[in-house]
């Protein structure tokens, strides 16, 4: 093992509690000069304020380490001038997005891209059916999901993610969602490119048996799931069996150390 990807919430953080043993962890990472990037399906946030977030909870880390939806769909878009694009994420997020050619916020036709991030409380039935007069109107706009995680941990529980209002938006109007994230291969793939290292070689550390750890898996990574953030004891009952099973980012330089040695 050669290099490391790191989900972000649910292992290094949950809400706005630093998970224990984060900072140590990342502190081992550089000084063992282990290659690491950060693989996230956050689309609530802009990448600046990732950071930010991130440096207030003790955690060093730069953005061109950080692989994030937003910015993926945005360079996707941009290379392939879908645009003008129709954007449903936070209006903090839209600063990912700058330099595209956005819609108006009521039109309901003329999108050549329609984006679906998370918007949390947003959702109401109103702008999930503009969504879909959007993706209806000819010529049709390609749809864009960014990251296709189905729930996430919440300050009260589980949430609905994004993927959930894809599924609807694909069935009503018969199309298929490009996806900017995880679980998508391309976004492993992404990483990996920008490590610098071969699939086998690196391990990626989350806590969503699907996202995280079978899509690592299926792109030929090493797949850790933690106990902590959305994990829960029945996601070891499905399909996904990890390379390892950690109570949490704490134990990774143990383990690592381990098989190494
Ligand atoms: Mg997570």
Redesign the pocket.
């Known amino acids: 093992m050669e290099a490391l990807l790191f989900?972000?919430?649910?292992?290094l953080y949950q809400g706005d509690r630093v998970i224990d043993g984060a900072v140590q962890t990342l502190r081992w990472c550089e000084r063992r000069s282990i290659p690491h990037r950060f693989i996230?399906?956050t689309s609530s946030k802009p990448r600046r304020a990732l950071v930010e977030r991130l440096s207030g909870l003790g955690l060093s880390v730069s953005p061109e380490q950080i692989i994030a939806p937003p910015i993926a769909a945005c360079d996707y878009l941009a290379s392939r001038g879908a645009t003008p694009t129709a954007l449903f994420v936070r209006d903090a997020t839209r600063e990912d997005f700058r330099g595209l050619e956005c819609l108006g916020d009521t039109a309901e036709r003329g999108a050549r891209s329609v984006v679906i991030g998370d918007i949390g409380e947003a959702w109401d039935f109103a702008t999930l059916n503009r969504a879909f007069r959007l993706l209806m109107a000819e010529p049709r706009p390609i749809l864009i999901a960014l990251g296709m995680?189905r729930y996430?941990?919440g300050d009260t529980g589980l949430v609905l993610d994004v993927a959930p209002f894809i599924k609807a938006l694909e069935h009503a109007a018969g199309c298929e969602a490009v996806v900017m994230g995880k679980p998508a291969q391309s976004f492993f793939e992404a990483a990996l490119r920008e490590l610098g290292t071969a699939a086998a070689d690196t391990a990626m550390i989350?806590?969503?048996i699907r996202?995280?750890v079978g899509a690592a898996q299926t792109a030929g990574l090493t797949g850790i799931l933690v106990r902590t953030?959305?994990f829960r004891p029945p996601d070891l009952d499905g399909a996904v069996r990890p390379d390892a099973i950690l109570d949490s980012v704490a134990d990774l330089p143990r383990w690592w150390e381990n098989h190494h040695s």
């Not at 989900?7 to 292992?11: I, P, Q, R, S």
């Open positions: 989900d972000l919430d649910g292992v996230t399906n995680s996430a941990q989350g806590d969503d996202g995280d953030g959305k």
